[in-house]
């Protein structure tokens, strides 16, 4: 990151812009009007604890917090949950399902 005069400059690899639905699950981090810099992750090494992943599932593209990571008899997973949500989301997500990983909100 470097900060000038003319401006705030991230040097980030292959980044994208996201904007989000507001479903309140990830509340206050993420709200009504947010947006933030996602990157595509190449492995599941780039996948951590805290990180807000997008994966998709037959619900579609959720964006939630990573709670735990692992392997298991069908390889890698991640399990989320909604900061806002009470509850840990229900399936075990496979690294073919992850869509990309925030590294910034912009509020």
Known sequence: IRLTQDGVFI???NPRWAVFTD???MDPVIDTGMH???IIPVK???INVGDIVSY???RGIIVHRVVETGN???GWYAR???DNNSFIDPEKVRWEQIRRVVVG???
Do not use: H, L, R
């Open 56 to 58: 998709e599932d037959e």
């Open 44 to 46: 599941p090494e780039q």
């Open 80 to 82: 989320f949950k909604g």
């Open 72 to 74: 298991d008899e069908k």
């Open 23 to 25: 479903t309140n699950s």
């Open 36 to 38: 933030a810099i996602e």
């Open 105 to 107: 909100v912009i509020y």
């Open 11 to 13: 040097s980030i690899d």
